[in-house]
T-cell receptor, first 114, second 119 residues
Framework: AQSVTQLGSHVSVSEGALVLLRCNYSSSVPPYLFWYVQYPNQGLQLLLKYTTGATLVKGINGFEAEFKKSETSFHLTKPSAHMSDAAEYFCAVSEGDTGNQFYFGTGTSLTVIP | DTEVTQTPKHLVMGMTNKKSLKCEQHMGHRAMYWYKQKAKKPPELMFVYSYEKLSINESVPSRFSPECPNSSLLNLHLHALQPEDSALYLC??????????????????FGSGTRLTVV
């Protein structure tokens, strides 16, 4: 069975500061891991994904995430926050190539303070 | 075309009305999904269509009726809804929906959603 835990339902950072959004997962098989962003009144947009290979994954808008198997984590980071980064962020896991569903975390709302 | 298009963007309907939500993609994806999302919550899976056949129905009430007329279109027919059904309804597609293929590595492409209000 899979599950995703996002620590912190609300995160606030100052503009220009580091963004760190935490995601931990549990999976009985090698997982595929995803981060999605949702801007107000919009659908979800894929930021980045990890399937196999390099554990440091770069995505759009300057975001990156690192898959750490020993810590069962896939935290999302961005070196310098922009006002436009304010949104809801969802981590998701699927069961690698044997799975057929996504399991979403509960989401983290990011606020960027000018 | 790398988008999933949903119409309408907003819908207000009474509890006795019949309405339909539409979703369209032209990426050649063979799996399409309906999700329901309440405010500040993650999306909840409702239905999955794979190769135009209903693969998963997550115990959704019969007042929601999905339809997949062809590989590019997905509809959600609504009838006799309740106020608690008010939510953002998201359509998504993925390359494939298979336990043996690598389609899941591509993730989902989501539409922008239909904001439904039941009065």
């Amino acid at each position: 069975a899979q599950s995703v835990t996002q620590l912190g339902s609300h995160v606030s950072v100052s503009e220009g500061a580091l963004v760190l959004l935490r995601c931990n997962y549990s999976s009985s098989v090698p997982p595929y891991l995803f981060w999605y962003v949702q801007y107000p009144n919009q659908g979800l947009q894929l930021l980045l994904k990890y399937t196999t290979g390099a554990t440091l994954v770069k995505g759009i808008n300057g975001f990156e995430a690192e898959f750490k198997k020993s810590e069962t984590s896939f935290h999302l980071t961005k070196p310098s926050a922009h006002m436009s980064d304010a949104a809801e962020y969802f981590c998701a896991v699927s069961e690698g190539d044997t799975g057929n569903q996504f399991y979403f975390g509960t989401g983290t709302s990011l606020t960027v303070i000018p | 075309d790398t988008e999933v298009t949903q119409t309408p963007k907003h819908l207000v309907m009474g509890m006795t009305n019949k309405k339909s939500l539409k979703c369209e993609q032209h990426m050649g994806h063979r799996a399409m999904y309906w999700y329901k999302q309440k405010a500040k919550k993650p999306p909840e899976l409702m239905f999955v269509y794979s190769y135009e056949k209903l693969s998963i129905n997550e115990s959704v009430p019969s007042r929601f009726s999905p339809e997949c007329p062809n590989s590019s279109l997905l509809n959600l027919h609504l009838h006799a809804l309740q106020p608690e059904d008010s939510a953002l309804y998201l359509c998504a597609s993925s390359q494939d929906f298979s336990r043996t293929l690598w389609g899941w590595s591509y993730g989902y492409t989501f539409g922008s959603g239909t904001r439904l209000t039941v009065v």
